[in-house]
């Protein structure tokens, strides 16, 4: 990944479409090696969570382009690579795997991020009725030395509707289930990045599968 590494420091400093353009070629190569990285992780996952069918990279790589119509920042580019490994793609409401490549910034992690209000409201519900049951995720050995806890927004109040006083409390104020392993940069030049990323997820994966549960209940009943 060293290559990437050096094409996204550039890109930083150059967050311009002349720059880039100029530089398309190299763009392209080092996203083809990322893209076999993602596809190779994809079935890696796979063997220990049989909701992830692997596919092309297409389906989980987003694209290194912004949306900038509602961004005060006008830089066209993301300044790093990233990929969501979920039943579905990329695209789907599933909890799934995330990797996200950048210079002093890599991490893993994944779980379900902005989810609908809908969905949302479910896994608090669930949180709630089985509270015992989400925290001793979060506080497995292994889990929480990996990834701590849940990550990611928070309201300052119980949401309305819920508890003030439940046991969960802390937990339904998230707005989002996900957790997160920051990487050093180091991590992605060994030779065997993808089996110790493989290995993070797999910790990950029954935190997964617990929101994964959510979402099923949600679609069966659609």
């Keep these: 990944m060293n290559e990437l590494f050096a094409f996204l420091t550039e890109l930083r400093a150059n967050n311009n479409r002349d720059w880039f353009k100029a530089n398309e070629a190299e763009y392209k190569r080092v996203k083809v090696h990322f893209e076999g990285?993602?596809?190779?992780?994809?079935?890696?996952?796979?063997?220990?969570?049989?909701?992830?069918?692997?596919?092309?990279?297409?389906?989980?790589?987003?694209?290194?382009?912004?949306?900038?119509?509602?961004?005060?920042?006008?830089?066209?580019?993301?300044?790093?690579?990233?990929?969501?490994?979920?039943?579905?793609?990329?695209k789907s409401p599933y909890a799934g795997y995330y990797l996200h490549l950048e210079p002093g910034a890599s991490f893993l992690g994944g779980g379900i991020y902005g989810p609908d209000t809908t969905l949302l409201k479910a896994l608090r519900e669930e949180v709630v009725d089985n509270a015992a049951e989400f925290r001793e995720l979060l506080e497995d050995t292994e889990f929480k030395a990996l990834f701590g806890g849940l990550s990611g927004e928070r309201l300052v109040n119980v949401p309305r509707g819920f508890p003030k006083d439940h046991e969960a409390s802390d937990l339904i104020k998230h707005k989002h289930f996900v957790v997160m392993h920051a990487t050093a940069d180091a991590f992605w030049s060994q030779e065997d990045a993808l089996e110790r990323t493989a290995r993070v997820f797999e910790q990950q994966h029954p935190f997964n599968s617990w929101l994964n549960q959510v979402v099923q209940g949600m679609e069966g009943q659609g």
């Design 37 to 90: 990285f993602v596809e190779a992780l994809a079935r890696a996952i796979a063997e220990f969570d049989s909701s992830v069918v692997p596919g092309p990279a297409k389906n989980y790589v987003f694209r290194i382009f912004k949306d900038v119509r509602f961004s005060k920042d006008k830089s066209p580019y993301k300044t790093h690579f990233g990929a969501f490994i979920s039943p579905g793609g990329r």
